[in-house]
């Protein structure tokens, strides 16, 4: 018997697993049918291609996700989720964006992170991988009025997962210099997204020129909120959610 239930699916961020999302899955789990895949190389999804590529990252999420899913993807999650919405387009029925983009790295007309702050992260990872991501755990509570205890209880959640592959965190690193945009601007699902106005990798001023490329873009900013509002602002972030995929918490 098929569930009525919608099937929302969420893709987790760089470095991380699928415990990013541990406090919206315990208010999601009995409201939808949940699905929180791994990126391939990360928490329980061990394989992964070599070379790390788009295409091949793609096709081993694609496997995972049901046809006509709310898929929503965090950060170079929500990457990934702009490329699975243009090549299947029958998997997703909308498409939700957190604190994500279809081009990371700034250029003279669009808002983004500087490619030598990538540049850096590259070569700290080839210093101490354990380090950098412990770093990139303090920006995501950055917004936060709990900070401490939001970065204490993300790790926790995290670490309950097999460590990610060295390979995959710097395969995963290099997509995040992808331009999807001209597939962003292709894309006919209905789309939403939420992002951060405090967001230092993905600043805000994006929701505009985002909004300019696809007219299907429905896009609205936390105001105290960093890159992750789903840790730092909980509340907000479930009632966009809840909003988008049309469940009652």
């Not at 204490?152 to 395969?171: C, F, N, T």
């Not at 992808?178 to 939403?192: G, H, K, M, V, Y």
């Not at 873009?217 to 960093?226: K, N, P, R």
């Amino acid at each position: 018997m098929m569930s009525d239930k919608p099937t929302l699916v969420l893709l987790h961020g760089w470095g991380m697993n699928q415990g990013v999302w541990r406090s919206v899955t315990s208010q999601f789990e009995h409201k939808v049918s949940l699905l929180t895949p791994d990126l391939p190389g990360f928490g329980l999804s061990q394989q992964y291609p070599i070379p790390y590529q788009l295409n091949a990252v793609i096709e081993l999420l694609a496997e995972q996700i049901p046809d006509d899913s709310y898929l929503c993807g965090w950060s170079l999650g929500g990457l990934l989720a702009i490329s699975l919405a243009k090549r299947f387009p029958h998997k997703v029925k909308q498409l939700g964006l957190v604190a994500a983009s279809p081009c990371f790295v700034a250029d003279a007309h669009w808002p983004g992170m500087a490619e030598h702050v990538l540049q850096q992260f590259a070569q700290a990872l080839s210093n101490n991988l354990t380090q950098t991501i412990e770093r990139f755990l303090a920006i995501q509570a950055m917004g936060s009025s709990n900070a401490r205890e939001d970065i204490k209880a993300l790790r926790q959640a995290i670490m309950a997962y097999p460590a990610a592959q060295p390979e995959a965190v710097v395969g995963a690193l290099q997509l995040l210099k992808l331009d999807l945009r001209a597939e962003f601007a292709a894309l006919t699902q209905p789309i939403s997204g939420i992002f951060g106005r405090l967001d230092a990798l993905v600043p805000a001023d994006v929701v505009d020129a985002l909004q300019l490329l696809n007219r299907n873009a429905q896009l609205s900013v936390i105001e105290h909120a960093s890159h992750a509002p789903f840790i730092s602002h909980p509340e907000a972030f479930n009632r966009w959610l809840s909003d988008w995929v049309g469940v009652k918490l």
